[in-house]
């Protein structure tokens, strides 16, 4: 079974500074999908960003960046520019390929302070 | 993008009711949906697996016969709770699996139950 373990219940930034979240999991599979989810207040699940384990190259959406480390079963969200809006819960998950379920990290409570 | 959306958002009910929860898919055919339960503050727990036109696959310590799942339809499942307890109050959410996006699941608004 796979699991995923997020180790910072919370976290919080300056608005307009940049923050890093943590993410481990552990698998035997070699191919598999890596996500960030965003929860905002109103708990709608919004994906973040996306990464292929095949792919070597970290994903990028805009202001939010991955440092994927395959051998070391690392998956690390970086957000740029914080902005108030960014205030959410923040969910690591695993997919295995081509079409599993996903399972979830216990989630970073991520401020962005004013 | 694909489009998942959950009815009702919030739902109040007697303690020993059943509350059903819907879950559709608007712009594709889902061929995989999935049932989750989230406590305050804490993360998602898959509660089961549904797959169109089959019986639904409940993960361990689920009570299948509280929680009943049908997806009778490629673009619609739903989420029976069954003789409520206040035990039960807890926010449900959906994600469907289809469309185009591999890899990818998409989730409903979600669903707040109170058990009274």
């Known amino acids: 079974a796979q699991t995923v373990t997020q180790s910072q219940p919370e976290m919080s930034v300056q608005e307009a500074e940049t923050v890093t979240l943590s993410c481990t999991y552990d698998?035997?599979?070699?191919?598999?999908?890596l996500f960030w989810y965003k929860q905002p207040p109103s708990r709608q699940m919004i994906l973040v960003i996306r990464?292929?384990?095949?792919?070597?190259q970290n994903a990028t959406e805009n202001r939010f960046s991955v440092n994927f480390q395959k051998a070391a079963k690392s998956f690390s969200l970086k957000i740029s520019d914080s902005q108030l809006g960014d205030t959410a819960m923040y969910f690591c998950a695993f997919m295995n390929a081509p079409a599993g379920q996903l399972t979830f990290g216990s989630g970073t409570q991520l401020t962005v302070l004013p | 993008g694909a489009v998942v959306s959950q009815h009702p958002s919030r739902v109040i009910c007697k303690s020993g009711t059943s509350v059903k929860i819907e879950c559709r898919s608007l712009d594709f055919q889902a061929t995989t949906m999935f049932w989750y339960r989230q406590f305050p503050k804490q993360s998602l727990m898959l509660m089961a697996t549904?797959?169109?036109?089959?019986?639904?696959?409940?993960e361990q310590g689920v009570e299948k016969d509280k929680f009943l799942i049908n997806h009778a339809s490629l673009t619609l499942s739903t989420l029976t709770v069954t003789s409520a307890h206040p035990e039960d109050s807890s926010f449900y959410i959906c994600?469907?699996?289809?469309?185009?996006?591999?890899?990818?699941?998409?989730f409903g608004e979600g669903s707040r139950l109170t058990v009274l």
């Open positions: 549904s797959n169109e036109g089959s019986k639904a696959t409940y």
């Open positions: 990464q292929e384990a095949y792919k070597q």
């Open positions: 698998t035997s599979e070699n191919n598999y999908y």
């Open positions: 994600s469907a699996r289809g469309g185009q996006s591999a890899g990818e699941l998409f």
